[in-house]
Every structure is written in C-alpha cells, then in structure tokens.
DNA sequence: TGAAATGTTGGGGCG
DNA sequence: ACGCCCCAACATTTC
C-alpha cells in the first residue's frame, strides 16, 4: 500500500459512499482514484434525455461528497478501455475496481475490459447492486425463473441480510495533478428549460435518498398496500431515480427495513417491488435479446396498428383521457410517473391504440429519470402481455374506471391538467362527451378512440396471436 | 397488478 | 295469497 500505486475506482451506475463494495475496498487497500468516463456509444442504448439531466446533477452531488471525504472525482469521455489504459499510465495504478453492470452490451464490454487490464493489473470487481448475481438464482431443473413469486421465494431464502458496506471513513488522494474533463464537459445537459425544471424538481445527491427512505419507513410504508395506488398521494417512495444511478443500493434498503420491521420485513410489498426490478435485470441477463424481442415468441408478429397520429396524441397527453393524459404530462413536466399511472397510459397505448410496446417503451427511455434498461423494457413486455409473469392479454384496463377508482375526487388530473380544473368528480374522468361541459374544458380534446370499441379490436388482435400459438 | 358478459338470487310491485 | 315479472345485487364465467 502506497501513494505511488494507487487504486483506480471506476465510477458508474453506483454514486454512493455507502455500501459501496468498489469504493470500500479499495480505499482499504489504498489510495484512490475515482473516474467517471462518459461512453454513451458503447451503452447497450444511449441514455435518455431525463437520465441525462438527473445524471448531470448526481455526479456534481457525488463529487461533492467525494471531496469532503479528500479526494477528487475525474471526469473523461471517449472509449472506456483507452480512458483507463491512459490513466493506469499516468497514475501507475495496482489495481482497478468497479461494481458491476449486468445489461447485455456492457456486461460483455466489462468482461473485455477486464481480461485486457488482467494482464497488466489487479482488478477487482463486485456485485453491489443487486441482492444476487444474476445467474445465480435457478429453479430446480437450473433453468431461470419466469415466473415471479417462486423467483422472489428464492431470491429471498438466498439474500445475505446482514451484506452491508461500511462508509469508507476517509480516502486518500492519490494525484491531485490528474485532469481530464469538467463535468460541464461531458455536456450532459442543455440549457432548456425543461431541463431545468426537472433537475430542479429533486434533489439528487445520496443524502436525499436515505431521508426519501427513512421518512417513506416512517411515515408511508404502513399504508404502502393501499396509498401506492393513488397517484394523487405520495405513497410511494419515489426512490427509482436513485435506485437507478446506485445513490441508493437495495441491501441499504433492505438494512433500513429490518431495523423498522425486524419481523415483517420479509412481507413487504415495497420490498417485493425491489424485488421486480431484481428480476426484470436477472431475465435481462438470461435473455438479451428481449431489448427488442418479445420474450414469449408468439408475439413476433402481432399486428400493431402503429398509428403516428395515435403516438403523439399519448406521447403530448392529448388522447381525451384525462387520466392518462394526466400521466403523460406528469412525466413530462417532472420525468417521472406515479406506478399506477405508468401501467394505464401503458396498457393505454398498447391496447386501445394496438401500438407497439417498443415505441412506448422508446418513449418512456427518453423522458423518464428512473430510465432503467432491464426495468423499463420487462414493464413494457408485461403489460403487453409478451413478457415475463405477464398480464393475460385481454387484461384491458378501461381508463375512465381506473380512474373513478385510483383518482375518484380528480386531485391528480386537476393537477396536471389545468383546461380539467373546473369539474366536478363526477366530469372530470370522462369530460367533453357532447355535452355542455364544453365551455368548462377549453381546448382539451375528445378522446381519440373509443375504449369499448378499442377494446374490442385490441381482443380480435389478440386471437391472431392465439392463432398463431397452435 | 381487470372488466364485461352472463348467470343467479331474492325482495317487492302488481295484477 | 299467489304467480309473475322486474331488476338490483351479487357471483361466476369469459374475454
């Protein structure tokens, strides 16, 4: 252990102290130097335009914190192999430390990547995101689950509770002569204002998470079975973004959980809910193609109408629906959805429009914050009916009903539609019907179709599929 | 982590 | 008092 050879620690999906395997041992096994390296190129798909601006604002928080703890987080771009090649060069580096990444590309990359500094140096690598290397959790015939509770059932008999990093006390500085880029450089974001007001909309850094978690233990997880689905209550914990971009890690969740429930625990939904973002990165790892595959093959060629004048209605939140159209704003105006909401205006645009999973999919990579691969394209698959534990296909949500039912007195549509704000409950779900609410509503649209014919052809579709099954 | 269509039941109006 | 019908209300089946 020395200054002159440091420690390498390759930043990525993990901007956390905090239970943070790279980071922890090595500044145990040294001095550090931790590098960012922005390579969207080599992405399994470019990050989109909301993961962007809430990246730009996580990694000035974790440099932040990096520095009070005494050292420096570099910045670069351009090919990650030539980056570090480069920097073990000019550092004399022993070792090279990262938390691994598990989406197909990258995942092949990490293995090349590896293997090449293997020859010239240590590296060392952990599983710090997950509750379990995927690959690791198989059924008893050893092939992968697809199903999710016996997965979750094996995932929880398996996950070491007690696997928690320690906060590294202090790291040493390595080389305070190292400069590759400012973070400005990595051009992350624009000066748009919509930009702005996402990045300004939340506070990203990691000591934002753990007040997101504790006060959500404290306050909202008792409730969490019922308020989870009223999107206009905060019953959800919001903590995706940070899950997404590691400020947060699931076993420090799941550390804080115990200590609240300490015999409970083991029934929570919140937890679960973790749990399906473990399984959607697992069925990833196992099946790498479903990024634009269909994972139940029948659906290859199902007959989506792919109307572009259907796309942007939803995409804007035009679609006569106040519901969805009051999602499609909220995700717009703020890059995040209520959960509740994701899965109407999802259901929405694959069903009544019979538009394909992956436009929506698409769409929902480039505006949300939370823009996770695995996550994003698994919940996408479900609600179409083509994925994994999937909803049955003629499993068609009506979106006047989920309304009356999830938002009854019209607080969240009154919300984020402002031309909706003078109804009453009763007219706020479905309003502009021929009817004189007219001059109450402005210019907000009549629905683009209708659901109970939508419905219809959307089942007709379906049989196609059937057909094609036998 | 649906909703619509269809079936069943039972109370009450009414001839 | 009785049978008949209507139709909520609930249950089951189907998509």
Redo the contacts with the bound molecule.
């Keep these: 252990m020395n200054l002159a050879s440091p420690n390498i620690v390759w930043i990525r999906n993990d901007l956390r102290l905090n239970d943070n395997p790279a980071l922890y041992h090595a500044a145990k096994q040294g001095s550090v130097i931790p590098v960012f390296i922005w390579a969207p190129h080599e992405e399994d798909k470019s990050p989109g335009a909301a993961t962007k601006v809430w990246l730009n604002a996580s990694l000035r928080s974790f440099q932040k914190d990096l520095h009070k703890l005494g050292v420096r987080l570099l910045f670069a771009k351009g090919n990650s192999l030539d980056v570090l090649k480069d920097l073990i060069n000019r550092s004399n580096a022993e070792a090279v430390f990262w938390n691994e990444r598990y989406e197909p590309k990258i995942h092949k990359r990490d293995q090349q990547i590896k293997n090449e500094l293997l020859s010239i140096l240590d590296v060392q690598t952990f599983n710090g995101n997950y509750f379990l290397s995927p690959g690791t959790v198989k059924n008893s015939s050893g092939s992968p689950f697809k199903v ?1 509770t016996p997965f979750w059932k094996n995932c929880l008999s398996k996950v070491d509770v007690n696997k928690i990093t320690p906060k590294p006390k202090l790291l040493r500085s390595a080389n305070d002569k190292l400069v590759y880029n400012s973070l400005e450089d990595l051009n992350l974001t624009g000066k748009a204002k919509w930009e702005e007001k996402i990045a300004l909309s939340w506070n990203q850094g990691e000591a934002a998470s753990h007040k997101i978690l504790t006060s959500f233990l404290r306050k909202s997880h008792d409730d969490y079975n019922v308020n989870r ?1 009223l999107p206009s209550l905060n019953g959800t914990s919001t903590l995706s973004p940070y899950l997404r971009f590691g400020q947060i890690s699931p076993n420090y969740i799941l550390h804080k959980l115990r200590a609240s429930l300490p015999r409970t625990w083991k029934n929570s939904q919140f937890l ?2 973790i749990g ?1 973002r473990e399984f959607s990165c697992h069925l990833l790892f196992h099946y790498p193609e479903i990024i634009t595959e269909p994972l139940r093959k029948e659906f290859k060629n199902f007959p989506w109408l792919n109307n572009k004048k259907h796309l942007s209605c939803w995409t804007k939140g035009l679609t006569g629906y106040p519901f969805v159209d009051a999602g499609m704003r909220q995700l717009w105006q703020t890059g995040w959805m209520h ?2 909401v994701r ?1 109407v205006v999802a259901s929405f645009l694959v069903k009544d429009l019979l538009i394909d999973w992956r436009k929506g999919a698409e769409w929902f990579w480039d505006t949300l914050v939370d823009a996770d691969l695995a996550s994003n394209t698994l919940g996408w698959q ?1 609600v179409a009916g083509c994925g994994a ?1 999937a ?2 296909y ?5 979106p006047v ?2 309304s009356r ?1 999830f938002d009854a007195n019209g607080k969240y549509i009154k919300k984020w539609i402002n031309q909706l704000s003078k109804l009453n409950s009763s007219e706020v779900h479905l309003p502009n019907q021929e009817n004189e609410l007219f001059d109450k509503t402005g210019d907000y649209p009549n629905p683009i179709v209708n ?2 014919e939508a ?1 219809i052809n959307a ?1 007709a579709a ?2 196609t599929v059937r057909g094609s099954q036998r």
Aim: hydrophobic content about 40%.
């Design positions: 999710f689905n679960a809910e399906w959960n509740r899965m479900w534990d909803a049955p003629f499993r068609v949500f009506n009903l989920q039912k659901h109970s419905r089942l379906y049989e």
